[in-house]
């Protein structure tokens, strides 16, 4: 497994790990926070699929940094899983600062 793909589900297993068994603001479980996710995957599929389209990469990964698996528009799956820890650490520290309720 490529250091990409380790460093991808490792920030996956750390943000949550950090909800679950420290901070437990509840985000995980409000509908809220899973249309957020939604509506962010939205926004980055077109933009990720045009940084990192096949006729014309602007985005380059070492093919052995990453497990190889794109969907869609050559999109490296570690890009979601990176993307989820981000938007999930940023949403964390929101609601631990007080400024968002993560119970509706």
């Given amino acids: 497994m490529g250091e990409y793909t380790v460093a991808a589900v490792a920030a ?7 909800e679950l068994g420290v901070w437990r603001t509840g985000l995980l ?4 926070y899973w249309g957020t996710l939604a509506i962010s ?12 389209r096949a006729d014309a990469t602007v985005v380059h990964y070492a093919p052995d940094a990453i497990t190889g698996l794109r969907v869609p ?4 799956v570690e890009d979601y899983a990176f993307g989820y820890a981000l938007i999930t650490l940023t949403l964390l520290l929101w609601v631990r600062a007080g400024r968002g309720a993560a119970d509706a």
């Fill in 12 to 18: 996956c297993l750390a943000v949550v790990g950090l």
């Fill in 29 to 32: 479980r409000s509908g809220r």
């Fill in 73 to 76: 528009w050559d999109i490296p």
């Fill in 41 to 52: 995957l939205l926004f980055m599929v077109p933009v990720d699929g045009w940084l990192t």
